[in-house]
C-alpha cells in the first residue's frame, strides 16, 4: 500500500476505502508507532442481544491494526493478515468506539500488533492481536 493512499484514507469525505465509509470510520490518527481509529455510533450496530455486534468491534480493531501495518511498509511492500484473536471485554450498548493500534514485535518478516477498543467513557471493551506478513516486492529475474 502506498503512502499515497494513507494520505487519502485519513482525508475528510475520503473516497478510498469504501468500508470506512460504510462504516463512517474517522481517521484519527496513521503513524508507524500508533494508528487510532474512530467509529461514531449507529443503531444497526446494535444486534439482537441488544448490544454492538461483536464483529462490529472486531472489524474496527482489526482495520486499526490493518492500517498501522499499512504505515510501516516500505515501498513497494504488501502485506497479509497471518493470523487475528479478539477478546472481549465488556459490551457496548451504545456510543462511539475507538482503536487505538501499536506494534508488539517487529520480526524479519512478520509484524505483531495489538488494539485497544475503548468506548465513548474510556473504558476498555476489547483486546484484539494480529500478526501480518510483509511481502517484500517482486523482483523481475
Not at 43 to 66: K, Y
Not at 69 to 84: F, P, R, Y
Amino acid at each position: 500500500m502506498s503512502q499515497a493512499y494513507l494520505s487519502s484514507v485519513m482525508a475528510a469525505g475520503q473516497g478510498v476505502n469504501p468500508l470506512f465509509r460504510f462504516l463512517g470510520v474517522n481517521v484519527v490518527k496513521i503513524e508507524p508507532d500508533e494508528t487510532i481509529l474512530h467509529l461514531p455510533f449507529r443503531g444497526d450496530f446494535i444486534q439482537g442481544g441488544g448490544v454492538v455486534a461483536g464483529g462490529v468491534i472486531a472489524t474496527l480493531a482489526d482495520e486499526t491494526m490493518a492500517h498501522l501495518v499499512l504505515a510501516n511498509l516500505k515501498d513497494g511492500q504488501k502485506t497479509a493478515t497471518i493470523e487475528i484473536n479478539v477478546r472481549y471485554l465488556r459490551p457496548v450498548f451504545a456510543g462511539d468506539i475507538r482503536a487505538v493500534a501499536v506494534v508488539v514485535h517487529r520480526g524479519g518478516a512478520v509484524l505483531s500488533t495489538q488494539a485497544s477498543v475503548y468506548d465513548e467513557k474510556e473504558r476498555l471493551v476489547a483486546r484484539a492481536g494480529a500478526s501480518f506478513f510483509v511481502i517484500a516486492p517482486k523482483v523481475a529475474p
